[in-house]
Structures are given as C-alpha cells and as structure tokens.
C-alpha cells in the first residue's frame, strides 16, 4: 500500500468548522460562562476548592498568593498562571465583588485600576462567605469528576449555599456568547429566594417588590425601572447608572461639584483625566480645577468652579460627556444543562432553588448513613455493657483479635462493624457515666435519623430546611442597600451657554467660500470698517452676520441641501484675515453653492417658518422646528424638480406678502400664507408661471403698502415704482410687468435681464458687483422713481462687456 493511500481527503472548511466548534464549546462551557448554580466560572471554582483543600481558610493564617497558583495549575488548572492570578485578583477586589471571596492581604490593585502586585507578593485566604459556598462539600453534595490528568479530582459544580451568580454578578465573552449579571444585594436575593420557594408561581413583578434592581459595590444611582423589569423577565435590558453628585457652596459665592460614589466598573482615574481634559480644552467655561482627595475615607472627586458658573449645566455637561454617567446592558446568560441559556430572574431563582434541592437531599442522604452507621455501632456497644462479664469472658478465652471478633458475632450476634467497636472500646468507657452517656448519644442519634428521614421524606422539610439556612446566611452577611433606585430616566439637557462663553461675533462668508468668525474686539481694532476685511483679490463679501457664540447658522445650498453650524465652531480669525474656506468646516460639494445663511437662536419658536422660492418660480413653506438636527452632513432642505436650484431661503413669521420678480421683468405679489407650511423634503407649489426663457432672480417681502420697488438690469439700468403699484394677487399666476426693456436696432439697450430687487423704505447703498471684478457703489436714491413699466435710467456704468453679475445691500446683513 502506497503512502498516499493512508490519507483521506478532506475539506479545509470541514475541518476548520470541526475545530472551532469543539474550541467554542470548551470556551463557553469551561471559561466565559458561570454555572447557574454556584455563579462561577471554572477557574474561580477551582482557586476556591484549591484553597480549601489546602486548608487556607479564613481561621488560619494569610499564605502566599504564588502558593495558591501553583496548587490550582498544577492539579485542576493547566494554563497559564496570569489568568488564574486574575482570576484571583478580581474575586479579592471589592469594587467589582459585592461581596469578596477572597481575604487578600498586600497590593490587590485599586479602582484606579493599579494592578495588582506580584503574586509571590501578595498572600490570601478564603474569605467567610466564601466558605459558604464550599459548605458541606465534603458531604457528597455535589458530583467530582476527574481533574485533566486522571491525578485527582474536582468539583462539577460548588454546593453554593446562598445565590452566588446574582449576588456577585459576573461578566465574560466567549465565542457566540457573552454575559453581564451585575451584582445584587444578598438580602433581597435571598428574600426572592425565599418568596419563591413559598410562591413557585410568583411573578416577575412580585419579585421585583422584593428586588428592586442591581446594587453595584461603587453605589451609585440606577435609573430605569423599564429597563430592570424587561432584563428579569428577558435577561436583556438596559439601564443607566449615575455618579452621586452633590453641589456645595464655598466662600467668595463659588461653588463645587464633589462625587462621592462612580458607575460600576468605571476607572476612577480615567474619569478623573476625562474631567480635566475637558477643563484644558475649555469644552466648558466654568471649571476652574479637578481634584482626586479620595482616601482612607472614601471616594471623593471636587470639580472646583469659577465663580458665577452655571454649576447645573456644568454637571449636566460632565454626565454626558463623561463616564460620570454610563449605560448597564443587562445579558444574563449562564450554563444550564451543559449549554448556555439567556435567563430571567425567576429562571436563575428556579435553577438556584433546584441546585439546593439536590444538595441538602444528598448532604441529608450523607449524614443519614453516618448516623445509622452509628446508631448501629451504639446499640452493639450498650448491648455489650449490658452483659460485660460474658463479652469479657468470650474475650480473653479467644486465641487473638480476629478469633475474638467471631467468637463475639457466633455467641452474642453482634454484627462484624459492632464486634469491632467493642473489641477498641477504651476501658474507661466501662464506668456508669460512660454507660449512661452513651446511652444518651443513642437517643440522639436516634432523633437525628428520624429527623433526616422526615427531610428525605418531606419536601416541605426539605424546602423548610433550605430557607432555614440561607436566612441564617442572610443575617450573617446581609448589607444595606448601597445603590439607589430611580424608577425614570432623568434626561440629560445641556445649554449651549455651559459649553461656549456668549459673545457678540462678526461672521462673514465671501463669494468664494472663505468663512470666519471674528470678536468684535478685533473689529474695533482694526478700524471698525466693513469694507477693511481680509480677502482674496477679486472676493467679495457676500454675507456679514451681527451673531452671538451660543446662535446656529442654517446654511443652504442651491441644490437644496442645508447644514446646522454652530456659531462657536466657526473658526476664528482676525478682522484682516481672509479665513478658512468653508469645506473645511463642513463638507458641501465643490459643484453646490451656498445661497442663505440664516442665524437661528431656537428651533421652537412658535410661528416661524422658512420660506424657500426657486429659479423655477415654484416657492415652500416648512415650520423652522422640522430643521433641528444634530447632524453636521448636508441634509434635504428642499426637493427641486430637474435643472432648478433654491434662489433664496428666508426666515419668516408668516405674516408677510411676496413679491417675486422674473429676469424678464415680471413679478406676481401674493400672501405668504397662501403657501401651506409642508414639510421639510417636500417641492413646494407655483409661486409664478413663467415663459420657457424666463427664471425668478429675486423674492422680496412686503409689508403693507408703504415703500418702493427697486429694480436694476444687468446694463446697470435702475428704476424705483411704488409698491401701493402692485397689488396683491393669487399665488401661481403670471403676474405683471415690472421693467420694460427697450428694443429696436436704434435704440441703446436697457438690458437683456433684470439682476436684482430690492424693497426701499429709508435710503441705503447697493453694490454692484461687476463682471470685471470692480465694485461700484451707487445710492437708492440715484435710481429715479417711475411708473411700474418704465425702463429706467443708467446708475451703473455697464456695458455689454462689462456686465453687472451681482448686486448686494450695504451692509450685507
């Protein structure tokens, strides 16, 4: 036979799936997952039984913790000694065990999470309660199996005599599987036991008037009651845990924040760092210095504040942003039967109660067969001194022992187990209070064994005896209550004021998409003039915003879209400065334009809405509050039908009327509430019908009838028609002529198209803006006053080479 032929084929993801599914089953079952038992996982069941077993108990001395170690390695344990050192380590740490299960003594680590020391520095001991979970062990309360050698052997499982998994918690991930019990209070788990074992029937909201959540050993304050109920009856919830936090007032009218209890399982140091990298990087105006004064009496973290600091919003600011405040995830899986089970608390209780069952009916199936062994060993012996001279006799006429022993079971039907006992019987048990001793540890025994009957014979015993022993335990051991219970979720607000100091700013954005913000200090010095600002040759300022630090800025873009910028993330730079282009503060598309940057204070304003009016004449309404977003992408502010892009975007009270003008010179006057409010995706409706050659170059708004219309051609041609000239019509319509263009071969041309509107009440400066980059600046009142048709008269030099591309109000506001 070749040597081929002694190979099989085999497929690689056969034999990968093979070998990980035998890994995932030795993890979940040997590693990650506590029993649901005894609570623990393997490696902590087996430093446990290695420690008792060695005799390092709570009543003997501290033995090295390296000791320990090597015991567990080498005879239940074969991995590395790091993980059984950890292992040790996090069940002597009080900050994450509600109640420790071993007595460490020397450098165990700290919350800080300080490791701890070496393990050939440290010594242990089993702590109290740790011994009531290895209690009556030695009884046959629970099965052994070989350890990995076949050297020695290991409990399957600890008899566990008080709820271990839900007292102590415990968290761990595995392949496909991962858990997070938190911890409990001994007493109400022990209560819950109790009430179930009185009510097997007992509702998940019955237990929770006895359990009413977690209790973690840093305290703290559990919000969510919701979330509790739906973890006890899942085994999956969620809920939020909350530093202890309290405000004092100190001299000079300061106040400070000190925090006296933390979120289970959070860094103590690290959430310190956190606090003060917040501090340095000035997120919050106020803190003035972050303090760690824990010691011998307790945790204490101060959050010193300035003075007049807003010491709610601060706080509120450091439980968002910190771990002050954390979300818990309830995942309670455990082993049940050999296989991971997700579980609810009536489940865990349940399984608990069984476990119990079995320990106390094979602790009481134990005892009994000792106290019968020795009910029967006390009858032969009162039996012998009963006929003392005759057993004496048969005695020392036999050859040696073993004659002996037969002659007493032939002569007096002793049994061989009583035989023996007589035959070492101490001659001082001859006296007669010997005599009447035994006779009265007969009786007892005899009461014992009925009494260990009636448990094997009686549930209700048994289950009396159960509830017996785990309220002795919960006297013993029992604590108060260390974390607070909150039923609701307190929702976290922080003002924009606690972040960012107020301060009146200059925002400007050019026409070439140069952003900055700048203080009114810089302004001042430089001048205080407008038209001195830093730019690009050619740029042009297209808009100048008058805002504060704790404002928004709504920007929108021509092709519909809109983002949310606060005011504070505006870069800041000097007044002669040009600033940072705008796609560096938020991401708009080189091929989109910005067309309005509107200054928003708050979304909920009532009766404030956006008005946007499009190239193609089509014009929406939607309620400011639709625009809130948390968002820093664009977002649609608009749906636009193909090749139309938003003109303009304003911010309205709803009370106005709009005069929309066309290139051509028409324009429709029409109420903004004839424009139902829509919401904020939606296309909007016809403001105005125009020709196929014709689009919409200005929206104005008007109120009443007092004021003039202002239009100027692309040849620099202007004119003023009173506003009382246009009257209100129905929105969608053509509308009526507003300028009236001049045409013929012999006549000199007023324009090819109208390039801006504007509404005139009091008189103000207009830019143009001109196709050479020049700016020229003219008055309103240059612009003569007119009939509505009128062609107007040149303000502007402009010619067909050098045409007007723009027109802006003086200052752009």
């Known amino acids: ?26 993890i979940i079952q040997d590693r990650a997952i506590p029993d649901v038992r005894d609570g623990l996982k393997p490696v902590q069941r087996r430093i446990l039984y290695a420690m008792y077993d060695a005799g390092n108990t709570p009543d003997k001395p501290y033995r090295k913790s390296a000791k320990t170690v090597g015991d567990v390695m080498g005879n239940y344990h074969p991995h590395g000694d790091s993980s059984i050192y950890e292992g040790m380590v996090r069940m002597a740490q009080p900050w994450k065990m509600a109640h420790t299960l071993i007595d460490g003594h020397g450098n165990w680590g700290s919350i800080d999470d300080d490791p701890a020391a070496a393990m050939r520095y440290t010594e242990a001991r089993l702590s109290e309660i740790a011994m009531e979970l290895l209690r009556d062990i030695e009884k046959r309360t629970v099965l052994f199996k070989d350890n990995f050698d076949n050297t020695t052997k290991e409990p399957v499982v600890l008899p566990a005599r008080y709820p271990n998994l839900l007292v102590n918690g415990v968290s761990g991930i595995s392949s496909g599987f991962a858990t997070e019990i938190p911890t409990h209070n001994l007493r109400e788990i022990i209560d819950a036991c109790v009430a179930m074992i009185d009510k097997p029937d007992i509702t998940v909201e ?16 559990i919000m969510g009651e919701e979330g509790i109920r739906e973890a006890y009856r899942t085994g999956k919830g969620r809920i939020y845990v909350r530093s202890r936090t309290a405000i004092e007032d100190l001299r000079g009218g300061k106040q400070q924040i000190v925090i006296t209890e933390i979120p289970y399982q959070v860094v103590k140091s690290r959430l310190v760092t956190a606090m003060e990298n917040i501090r340095l990087e ?14 011998r009496n307790g945790l204490r973290i101060v959050v010193e504040l300035k003075k007049d600091a807003d010491a709610q919003g601060i706080l509120a600011y450091l439980l968002k942003k910190t771990d002050l405040q954390v979300t818990y995830n309830f995942n309670m899986v455990a082993i049940v039967n050999k296989a991971p089970r997700q579980l609810g608390i009536r489940e865990m209780l349940e399984a608990y109660i069984e476990h119990q069952k079995e320990v106390v009916t094979h602790r009481s199936q134990y005892e009994l067969e000792k106290a019968e062994d020795r009910a029967h060993v006390l009858e032969g012996l009162v039996k012998a001194l009963n006929i003392l001279d005759d057993v004496i006799a048969t005695i ?25 006992a007589i035959l070492v019987l101490q001659l001082y048990r001859l006296t007669n209070l010997e005599i009447t001793s035994l006779e009265k540890e007969l009786k007892e025994v005899e009461k014992t064994i009925a009494h260990l009957r009636g ?46 100091t107020p301060e009146d700013v200059l925002v400007t954005l050019s026409n070439e998409g140069y952003l900055k913000r700048t203080s009114k200090l810089s302004f001042t010095r430089s001048g205080g003039e407008l038209d001195s600002t830093g730019l690009k040759e050619g740029d042009y300022v297209r808009f100048l915003l008058d ?45 989109d334009r910005i067309i309005s940057v509107i200054p928003v204070k708050g979304f909920d304003e009532p009766g404030k809405s956006l008005v946007f009016v499009t190239r ?20 649609v502010a608009c749906k636009l039908s193909e090749q139309d892009e938003v003109l ?44 196929d050659d014709d689009e919409v170059i200005a929206a104005e708004w008007i109120y009443g009838d007092e004021g003039e219309v202002l239009v100027i051609s692309d040849l620099g041609y202007a004119k003023r028609s009173l506003v009382v000239d246009y009257p209100i019509q129905g929105r969608g319509g053509k509308g009526i002529l507003t300028f009236e263009f001049k045409e013929g071969k012999r006549v000199r041309p007023n324009g090819s198209g109208l390039i801006g509107t504007f509404i005139v009440k009091m008189d103000y400066t207009v830019v143009a803006i001109m196709s050479n980059g020049e700016k020229i600046r003219f008055s309103t009142e240059t612009a003569p006053l007119e009939d509505r048709k009128s062609q107007g008269k040149q303000v502007v030099s402009a010619t067909k080479t050098e045409t007007i591309l723009n027109v802006l109000r003086f200052p752009q506001s």
């Open 1 to 26: 036979m070749s040597m081929l032929e002694n190979f099989l084929p085999a497929y690689l993801e056969e034999v990968v799936g093979d070998r990980f599914g035998r890994y995932s089953k030795y």
């Open 206 to 221: 019955e237990l929770m008037a006895i359990v009413k959540g977690p209790d973690f050993p840093t305290g703290g304050i």
């Open 616 to 635: 193609k004449g089509q014009v929406k309404r939607t309620e400011l509050k639709e625009y809130m977003t948390n968002r820093s992408s664009g977002i």
């Open 455 to 500: 448990i094997l014979g009686s549930l209700k015993k048994l289950l009396g005896v159960i509830k017996d022993e785990i309220g002795d335990i919960r006297k013993k051991y029992g604590i108060d209550r260390r974390s607070e219970i909150q039923g609701e979720v307190e929702e976290l607000k922080v003002n924009l004021e606690v972040m960012v």
């Open 396 to 420: 020392k006429a036999s050859k040696n022992r073993q004659d002996a022993q037969n002659n007493l079971v032939a002569k007096f039907g002793f049994s061989e187990r009583q035989a023996d």
């Open 547 to 591: 805002v504060n630090t704790i404002e928004s800025l709504l920007i929108f873009t021509q092709k519909g879209q809109y983002f949310l910028l606060p005011v504070h993330q505006v870069p800041e730079y000097k007044w002669k400065e040009n600033g940072t282009a705008i796609v560096n503060v938020i991401p708009i598309s080189k091929e």
């Open 648 to 691: 303009q975007v304003i911010l309205s009270d709803n009370t106005k009327e709009i005069l929309l003008v066309t290139k051509l010179g028409m324009s429709i006057r029409f109420r903004e509430e004839e424009v139902n409010a829509m919401g904020r995706a939606a296309a909007g409706v016809r403001g105005i019908q125009l020709k």
């Open 282 to 295: 000035k997120k919050v105006e106020g803190i003035a210095e972050v303090r760690d004064e824990s010691g």
